[in-house]
């Protein structure tokens, strides 16, 4: 196990796609709106906690309880399609009520460290070394950190009619990406079973 920097790179670069925290930007600012409080680090902190877990005991952890990774990113892309409608039609559906605010639920889970996430972690842990993987998580969720930190300053920046116009648009992409998740993890689902229905 050694530190490599181009695994840190390639890892890092795919899990800032996937987190995708600037996209997030306009839901964030919603949730902020709505009169949710949001604590940077605390967000930053749980969401890498629950990363680190996954990371080590996602596959026993799910296995324990009978599920499979593909039933998780399933259920996963539910919760995201949820909050891809009330981004999109301006609907409120989803309850607020950690005692925490917005931080735990749904920044740091299922926002940062969800389904999306949790499965790349594992695909990831099959090309590089573990430390490599740790360091690019470590990166990013210190960008999420910076990024959660300076919404307010962003919302400024781009006005009222900005943060509506982005909260449409990145919201059309959540539902996009919550189908994207569904529809692939779905096929995994059909080629595990359709086999056995035939046997």
Do not use: C, W
Not at 11 to 16: E, K
Not at 37 to 42: E, G, R, S, T, Y
Not at 43 to 54: K, P, R, V, W
Not at 57 to 86: N, R
């Amino acid at each position: 196990m050694k530190i490599d920097l181009l695994q840190i790179v390639s890892a890092f670069i795919v899990l800032f796609a996937v987190i995708d925290i600037l996209g997030s930007i306009p839901l964030i600012i919603d949730l902020k709106k709505k009169g949710n409080k949001i604590n940077a680090l605390q967000a930053a902190s749980i969401s890498l906690g629950i990363l680190l877990l996954f990371f080590f005991l996602g596959e026993p952890l799910l296995g324990l309880f009978g599920v499979d990774i593909s039933s998780f990113a399933i259920a996963g892309s539910f919760v995201l399609l949820v909050m891809a409608f009330e981004m999109i039609f301006g609907i409120h559906i989803f309850k607020h009520d950690s005692p925490a605010g917005a931080s735990i639920v749904p920044i740091a889970f299922p926002l940062i460290a969800g389904a999306g996430s949790f499965t790349t972690i594992l695909s990831l842990r099959a090309e590089f070394d573990s430390i490599n993987i740790i360091i690019a998580l470590v990166i990013n969720i210190i960008i999420v950190f910076l990024v959660l930190r300076s919404t307010d300053n962003v919302e400024k920046i781009i006005g009222e009619g900005g943060v509506y116009v982005l909260q449409k648009f990145f919201g059309i992409i959540l539902l996009a990406m919550a189908i994207r998740l569904f529809l692939s993890n779905f096929a995994n689902l059909l080629t595990q079973f359709l086999p056995a229905l035939k046997g």
